[in-house]
T-cell receptor, first 115, second 110 residues
């Protein structure tokens, strides 16, 4: 596609519910990132993929968070047993090869509200 | 010390003013630095890369000071359309992910 696509755009979940957020990166982009952005804060790194390999998941806040990119293209961020503190915008970004010195292209994000 | 520190502002300036933001980083191994712009309720977008020798793009000038470990962004002749949050971005040294500062909010007023 022309850009990074994320769905859904908005998600409202009841506390304890599982959610799955989808990211469709720019075709051919090797690197894919997930960030969490709370209101009034900068994006916080969650995890990074190079093709299908998850090279860094050090930013995932708990074992309730899980990300995958099985075919090296579309990625899914799953949050189990959602809590109110999970409410944030989840941003996905991709870049051509290594992000070192390369531009990150962001999707519009998924705004998650946990009630 | 935090990985990155950025003055959150807000900076409220009149049109035509010159404004500068700094961002300090803690990892001396960081190699890549950028400024991103984020409009309200939108995704971040690359504004400019920051090179060791300093670089300019129109009204925007970015500089890197490795000795003091900070980057700066200077905006000359501010326009209303410059109102946004400016995020400093860098690599955490020896790794492929990119880290963002909390952002500096700028409002340019008529």
């Amino acid at each position: 596609g022309a850009g990074v696509s994320q769905s859904p755009r908005y998600k409202v979940a009841k506390r304890g519910q599982d959610v799955a957020l989808r990211c469709d990166p720019i075709s051919g982009h090797v690197s894919l990132f997930w960030y969490q952005q709370a209101l009034g804060q900068g994006p916080e790194f969650l995890t990074y993929f190079q093709n299908e390999a998850q090279l860094d998941k050090s930013g995932l806040p708990s074992d309730r968070f899980f990300a995958e990119r099985p075919e090296g293209s579309v990625s899914t961020l799953k949050i189990q047993r959602t809590q109110q503190e999970d409410s944030a915008v989840y941003l996905c970004a991709s870049s051509g090869t290594s992000p070192m010195g390369e531009k990150l292209f962001f999707g519009s994000g998924t705004q998650l509200s946990v009630l | 010390r935090k990985e990155v520190e950025q003055d959150p502002g807000p900076f409220n300036v009149p049109e035509g003013a010159t404004v500068a933001f700094n961002c300090t980083y803690s990892n001396s191994a960081s190699q890549s630095f950028f400024w991103y712009r984020q409009d309200c309720r939108k995704e971040p977008k690359l504004l400019m890369s920051v090179y060791s020798s300093g670089n300019e793009d129109g009204r925007f000038t970015a500089q890197l000071n490795r000795a003091s470990q900070y980057i700066s962004l200077l905006i000359r002749d501010s326009k209303l359309s410059d109102s946004a949050t400016y995020l400093c971005v860098f690599d955490p040294g020896g790794r492929s992910d990119m880290r963002f500062g909390a952002g500096t909010r700028l409002t340019v007023k008529p």
